[in-house]
């Protein structure tokens, strides 16, 4: 990509973009409209691929292997689709993460998008969730009983969080970005049965989904804590970053040297 290039739960699909396609180019109301969207559509299909899955099949196996792969393309494409609007972040954590990481270059995310972004993520989540149960003849809202408290669920969301926050922001240190769309997805597909938790790794999935009481809910009185963890798990997935892509000031002799890092690394 010619300019900046986004970070986030789906950065922008290709490093080629023309800069009249990236998502600094747009209209913040563009790309906030693309974030709610987005994250509605993504909670649509987590929700409404765990209400088929259970109306097919008790088997509990077959339902999360279902519901994990509707999400992994699911996400796919909407990465693809909205990456090069907003950089499909969809995840306040990631959006948190980049305007963290540029707060003093500049380039990333910035207060005024943040502001922006995080609610129509929160929004989207909600609206998700009540799309998928209007669709499948649920109550429209109807607060989720699914227990999510114990302390083994929220190491699992940690874990799941951070590892996501690397791969992200490793992506983009390494200027591998065009490769998002594929490892992101395959990541959280991956995550949902790696982690205890099933790898929410989102606090605005986290809330859209404690307003649905089905396969993929959580009681809202888990939800606190669930985006505690989160972001814990997104400060953890930084430090992880910072150490592991370490720029150094030489090349130490004799080894290879990494890859260049764009120069607007990490958006």
Known sequence: MSVT???GIAPAVDAAIPADAAPSANPLVSRAAAELVGTAALVAVVVGSGIQATKLTQDVALQLLANSTATVFGLGVLIALLGPVSGAHFNPVVSLAEWWTTRRTGGGVTPRELAAYVPAQIAGAIAGAILADAMFGEPLVKWSTHDRSAGNLLLGEVVATAGLI?????????????FAPVAVASYIGAAYWFTSS???ANPAVTVGRAFTDTFAGIAPASVPAFV???????????ALVAVIFMRGT???????SAPAAPADTLN
């Open 5 to 7: 290039k986004p970070v």
């Open 250 to 256: 030489t090349e130490t002799a004799g080894a290879p």
């Open 228 to 238: 505690g963890v989160q972001l814990v798990g997104a400060v953890v997935g930084l």
């Open 166 to 178: 690397l791969l992200i922001f490793g992506l983009a240190r390494t200027d591998r970005l065009r």
């Open 198 to 200: 099933t790898s929410f």
